[in-house]
């Protein structure tokens, strides 16, 4: 079974560190990867998608790396703010899976001043 | 407006009776999804579709029923509302013009069925 696995739950950090979240997927066959934010209550912001023939993409503070081999990616956000505080969850579109998303349970960040 | 959209935003019903929720696109993306979310089991498929007429079931199908005669509406109807369907509800796009085929989410419908 396809699975995506994302640890932390939950990570509490001041202001300014930089931070890493990780994901692992089971299945190294995959077509792309995204990560998402999501404040309370609302939907799913799309930040990065990786396709499975990338090493890495960046927007701005984030940065995420793929390896398919290992079967894992990480989110590293840079300088972390207030504003960062959210849930990011980790999706990855498996080959043969009609770009059908598969999502991690999710990691829970809180940034406080 | 341009996007993706989702009617109702919040919806309250009875067990036993039948609701559907909308969803609308406006950037003629060929593939549309639903998802469910929910506390402990995170975001499940529940039906996609990739291109009018053509549906197929995702993870948790059961209890529901889509159909897509238009290329921007992907309708998700709970034919007999269980108490176990309450949740919140995803509903997303994809297809020709993104960057291979990232995924475009509404802003859900939060669903109680009492």
């Known amino acids: 079974k396809q699975e995506v696995t994302q640890i932390p739950a939950a990570l509490s950090v001041p202001e300014g560190e930089n931070l890493v979240l990780n994901c692992s997927f089971t299945?190294?066959?995959?077509?792309?990867l995204q990560w998402f934010r999501q404040d309370p209550g609302k939907g799913l912001t799309s930040l990065l998608l990786i396709q499975s023939s990338q090493r890495e993409q960046t927007s701005g503070r984030l940065n995420a790396s793929l390896d398919k081999s290992s079967g894992r990616s990480t989110l590293y956000i840079a300088a972390s703010q207030p504003g960062d505080s959210a849930t990011y969850l980790c999706?990855?579109?498996?080959?043969?899976?009609?770009?059908?998303?598969?999502f991690g349970a999710g990691t829970r960040l809180a940034v406080h001043p | 407006d341009a996007g993706i959209t989702q009617s109702p935003r919040y919806k309250i019903t009875e067990t036993g009776r039948q609701v559907t929720l909308m969803c609308h696109q406006t950037w003629s993306h060929s593939y549309m999804f639903w998802y469910r979310q929910d506390l402990g089991h995170g975001l499940r498929l529940i039906y996609y579709?990739?291109?009018?007429?053509?549906?197929d079931k995702g993870e948790v199908p059961d209890g529901y029923v889509v159909s897509r005669s238009k290329t921007e509406n992907f309708p998700l109807t709970l034919e007999s509302a269980t108490r176990s369907q309450t949740s919140v509800y995803f509903c997303a796009s994809s297809g020709a013009g993104t960057v291979s085929f990232e995924q475009y989410f509404g802003p859900g419908t939060r669903l109680t069925v009492t």
């Open positions: 299945d190294s066959a995959i077509y792309n």
């Open positions: 999706a990855v579109g498996f080959s043969g899976g009609y770009n059908k998303l598969i």
């Open positions: 579709s990739a291109a009018a007429d053509i549906t």
